[in-house]
């Protein structure tokens, strides 16, 4: 499944109000609670900040992709924000990121995390973005 098909207007926040990275990875973990998508919110919350301990998920150009596995999830689930003026995240190239796809995967299904983590790298190495 592509990541494009995991995306509705329910899942995408314009703009985030969040203006640091936890606060923006409570954001995205409470837009999953409010569409339905996950019912544990403490849970994810713990494992997305488990995860960013093991080395911050801000890739290059703006972009950021919070991620775990849980069994919180039973297939891969995104919820995306965006930030205008851009937020800390300990990106890579050391600039703020302003475009944020939070992922959650069960544990026993890689295959569809990493083709959606390895589109949003080809994403974020392209020209034309």
């Given at each position: 499944?592509?990541?494009?098909?995991?995306?509705?207007?329910?899942?995408?926040?314009?703009?985030?109000?969040?203006?640091?990275?936890?606060?923006?990875?409570?954001?995205?973990?409470?837009?999953?609670?409010?569409?339905?998508?996950?019912?544990?919110?403490?849970?994810?919350?713990?494992?997305?900040?488990?995860?960013?301990?093991?080395?911050?998920?801000?890739?290059?150009?703006?972009?950021?992709?919070?991620?775990?596995?849980?069994?919180?999830?039973k297939?891969?689930?995104?919820?995306?924000?965006?930030?205008?003026?851009?937020?800390?995240?300990?990106?890579?190239?050391s600039?703020?990121?302003?475009?944020f796809?939070?992922?959650?995967?069960?544990?026993?299904?890689?295959?569809?995390?990493?083709?959606?983590?390895?589109?949003?790298?080809?994403?974020?190495?392209?020209?034309?973005?």
């Amino acid at each position: 499944m592509a990541l494009v098909d995991l995306i509705s207007s329910e899942v995408v926040k314009v703009p985030l109000t969040a203006d640091n990275k936890p606060a923006v990875i409570r954001e995205l973990v409470q837009i999953l609670k409010d569409s339905g998508k996950i019912d544990d919110f403490d849970h994810v919350l713990e494992a997305i900040h488990k995860r960013e301990e093991m080395g911050s998920t801000g890739l290059e150009r703006g972009i950021a992709v919070p991620h775990a596995k849980t069994g919180a999830v039973k297939s891969l689930t995104v919820a995306i924000g965006i930030s205008p003026e851009g937020i800390d995240f300990g990106s890579l190239d050391s600039k703020p990121s302003q475009l944020f796809f939070l992922m959650l995967a069960p544990p026993n299904q890689s295959g569809p995390h990493i083709e959606a983590l390895a589109e949003i790298a080809k994403l974020s190495r392209s020209t034309a973005f």
